[in-house]
Each structure stands twice: as structure tokens, then as C-alpha cells.
């Protein structure tokens, strides 16, 4: 890994509602270096997806406050004008979508819309831009990818349109890649299809990686490091070894509690009681406290990133209760956090 290739720093989103503003992302700070793959994991609303569009000028409701600093290559994104951030959305910056059959226009061919970023972003003719789309479905594992270049996105299945959206995305060969959610709604065998593509891809593109998500599985196979996010917050952030063994932050250790393990032990899945806070109304402190066994008085002041260099956490407990509390948190899962690493392949990807 090499110098920093994405800063963020201090980043706020807001919608203004008729109920209120909502905060979507409170004070985010995170960086990926380049070759890096950063893990961005938490559950739905979280701000995970709304804090990447923001940085990639995507988030265009006249109702939405964009505040923070998004710097990438010497430049800060969130004040480019609009022709400067197409330049380099599509061939500096790319994205996954979600939804594959959503982010593809149903009425253009999937050859058409590779060939239309092609030539928007290069000098390449019509006749080379189509080429070289047959070559990029034939990297991503589309079979006939001279005939299925011809198909439109209906035509493809969930996983083969997920294939067609990585080829897309890489097609210009961005710095940097940001994955929404790749393997969402894909079956087991699919989702390892993908994950495995996209590592032989990185491998040979040299892209950096912000990957979304909120599979604890997949970030233990593929991040490098790890960003924990729960209501538009950072809570916990440090390398994926150090983050799946000894995790800092009792919504981490909720979340992998939650996941099953892979060696055939049974154990009692951990879930983490009561629901979100609404972003509508944050409490003042933490705002995990409302749903933490942990709680103290304390925890009406909102706490900030802290901890050992690479690896700090937002929470009030005493770092040398912390192991005690972990254990605590995660009782019946046979083998807690530690056996959650172990099981879930915590040293696959190096």
C-alpha cells in the first residue's frame, strides 16, 4: 500500500425534510490508500452508500447539505464544478451499484452503455470501444460475450448482470473502485463468484478498493482495513486482523456475534437488541447507547475515535475492561469474536 489516494475528512450529509433534518452521515472521516481495500461495514442506514455518492458528486437533491473535505489525487471532489467531476467519475472513480437492474437503462444494450462510458472517457473509436466491451465481458466470465454483448440487461441473470456492472466499472481503468454491495441478492455459490473475480481483477487493474457492505463475511475475505459505521458515524476502524480478533467497539462485537460460524460448532447467534436511532432524532452522546448492555452516565457525551495508532474506537468503556466486556457480549458464541476470525478466514486475504 502506498501514499493516500482518497481523504476524507469531517464529512456531513443532511436532507431537509418536512419532519426535520435528517442526518444521514455525522462527521465521517476515513482514507484508502492506494492498492489498498477499505471495508466500509455496518447495517442499513448507516450512511455507508450516502457518504460514497456524496463524495462522488451523486447526491443531487437540491434539499441535501454536503459540508467536509473529499480530497483524491491533490484534489477536493466536493468542490469541483460538474464538467471537472465527470471527468473523473467514470475513469479516475468508478462504482458498483446496488442494484444492477436499476443502475442499467433497460432499453440500451449492455455492450451499448459499456461502449458509451468507452467513448466518453477515451479516444477510442465506435468499432474499438465495441471490441474492447467484448473483451471486458469476457474478462468478468460472461460466456459468448461477442453474442451477449448484443443483449440488453433483462436478458442477463442477477449474477450476469452484477458481471456486466463490474466490467463497466472497470472499464476505464479507475484509481479507484467503490463497490455497493456486490453480492447482494446473489445466491452462496454466485456471491463467491464475484468476490473471486473482483480479487483477480484488483490484482490485475491495481485498482483501490472502497467496498460496502454489511456482510461481516465478505470484509473478512477481502478488506485490508475496516470501517465500522453505525447512524452516519465512524465507531471503529483499524486493519481486518486486528478488527475480527480483538474488536473495541461493543456494535462490532454485535455484529459479529450476529454471523454463524463456518466449522460446524453450534452456538446461539447474538443479536443486538432494540432497532437503529432514527436519524431524525440522534441522542446527544453516543448514539449506540440506546441499544448497548454497556451503557453508563457517561455516554451522554459523545465519544470520539481513540486508541492505539491504526486502530481506534469510539466508545467510553476503559480500554482494560474492554476484553471482559467482549467476552460478556458475545457469551454462547462459542469462541466470541476470536472464533468468528478463525472461522471466517480472518488471514485469506493478505
Same mark, same amino acid.
Given at each position: 500500500?502506498?501514499?493516500?489516494?482518497?481523504?476524507?475528512?469531517d464529512l456531513h450529509v443532511e436532507f431537509r425534510t418536512r419532519a426535520g433534518v435528517v442526518r444521514a452521515v455525522d462527521g465521517l472521516s476515513l482514507s484508502v490508500g492506494a492498492g489498498e481495500v477499505l471495508g466500509v461495514v455496518?447495517?442499513?442506514?448507516?450512511?455507508?452508500?450516502?457518504?460514497?455518492?456524496?463524495?462522488?458528486?451523486?447526491?443531487?437533491?437540491?434539499?441535501?447539505?454536503?459540508?467536509?473535505?473529499?480530497?483524491?489525487?491533490?484534489?477536493?471532489?466536493?468542490t469541483l464544478s460538474d464538467d471537472r467531476m465527470r471527468a473523473i467519475r467514470g475513469r479516475r472513480i468508478a462504482m458498483i451499484f446496488q442494484d444492477p437492474m436499476t443502475a442499467l437503462t433497460p432499453v440500451y444494450t449492455v455492450?451499448?452503455?459499456?461502449?458509451?462510458?468507452?467513448?466518453?472517457?477515451?479516444?477510442?473509436?465506435?468499432?474499438?470501444?465495441?471490441?474492447?466491451?467484448?473483451?471486458?465481458?469476457?474478462?468478468?466470465?460472461?460466456?459468448?460475450?461477442?453474442?451477449?454483448?448484443?443483449?440488453?440487461?433483462?436478458?442477463?441473470?442477477?449474477?450476469?448482470?452484477?458481471?456486466?456492472?463490474?466490467?463497466?466499472?472497470?472499464?476505464?481503468? $479507475?484509481?479507484?473502485?467503490?463497490?455497493?454491495?456486490?453480492?447482494?441478492?446473489?445466491?452462496?455459490?454466485?456471491?463467491?463468484?464475484?468476490?473471486?473475480?473482483?480479487?483477480?481483477?484488483?490484482?490485475?487493474?491495481?485498482?483501490?478498493?472502497?467496498?460496502?457492505?454489511?456482510?461481516?463475511?465478505?470484509?473478512?475475505?477481502?478488506?485490508?482495513?475496516?470501517?465500522?459505521?453505525?447512524?452516519?458515524?465512524?465507531?471503529?476502524?483499524?486493519?481486518?486482523?486486528?478488527?475480527?480478533?480483538?474488536?473495541?467497539?461493543?456494535?462490532?462485537?454485535?455484529?459479529?456475534?450476529?454471523? $454463524?460460524?463456518?466449522?460446524?460448532?453450534?452456538?446461539?447467534?447474538?443479536?443486538? $437488541?432494540?432497532?437503529?436511532?432514527?436519524?431524525?432524532?440522534?441522542?446527544?452522546?453516543?448514539?449506540?447507547?440506546?441499544?448497548?448492555?454497556?451503557?453508563? $452516565?457517561?455516554?451522554?457525551?459523545r465519544p470520539e475515535l481513540e486508541g492505539p495508532p491504526g486502530h481506534r474506537s469510539a466508545c467510553w468503556i476503559p480500554m482494560e475492561d474492554r476484553p471482559a466486556r467482549r467476552a460478556e457480549a458475545t457469551e454462547g458464541a462459542?469462541?466470541?469474536?476470536?472464533?468468528?476470525?478463525?472461522?471466517?478466514?480472518?488471514?485469506?486475504?493478505?
Open positions: 500500500m502506498g501514499d493516500t489516494l482518497l481523504d476524507v475528512e455496518g447495517e442499513s442506514g448507516s450512511g455507508k452508500s450516502v457518504s460514497m455518492y456524496s463524495v462522488m458528486g451523486l447526491v443531487r437533491d437540491p434539499n441535501a447539505t454536503i459540508r467536509g473535505v473529499a480530497r483524491f489525487e491533490g484534489q477536493d471532489l466536493l455492450g451499448w452503455q459499456i461502449v458509451e462510458q468507452l467513448r466518453a472517457h477515451t479516444s477510442m473509436t465506435k468499432r474499438e470501444a465495441r471490441s474492447r466491451a467484448v473483451e471486458l465481458l469476457g474478462e468478468v466470465g460472461i460466456p459468448e460475450p461477442a453474442r451477449r454483448v448484443d443483449n440488453y440487461p433483462h436478458e442477463f441473470s442477477g449474477g450476469m448482470r452484477q458481471r456486466a456492472m463490474i466490467a463497466m466499472a472497470l472499464a476505464c481503468e $479507475p484509481t479507484l473502485l467503490i463497490a455497493d454491495e456486490p453480492t447482494t441478492a446473489l445466491d452462496v455459490t454466485t456471491q463467491a463468484q464475484i468476490l473471486d473475480l473482483m480479487r483477480r481483477l484488483m490484482a490485475q487493474h491495481g485498482s483501490s478498493v472502497i467496498l460496502i457492505t454489511h456482510d461481516m463475511g465478505v470484509i473478512s475475505e477481502m478488506a485490508d482495513r475496516v470501517v465500522v459505521m453505525y447512524a452516519g458515524r465512524a465507531v471503529e476502524e483499524g486493519p481486518r486482523r486486528d478488527l475480527l480478533r480483538q474488536a473495541q467497539h461493543p456494535y462490532t462485537w454485535g455484529l459479529l456475534g450476529a454471523v $454463524p460460524r463456518m466449522d460446524g460448532r453450534r452456538r446461539r447467534l447474538v443479536t443486538i $437488541p432494540g432497532s437503529s436511532v432514527s436519524p431524525l432524532d440522534m441522542p446527544p452522546g453516543c448514539a449506540f447507547a440506546p441499544r448497548c448492555a454497556f451503557r453508563m $452516565p457517561v455516554c451522554d457525551s462459542a469462541g466470541g469474536t476470536e472464533g468468528f476470525a478463525a472461522s471466517a478466514g480472518a488471514g485469506g486475504a493478505s
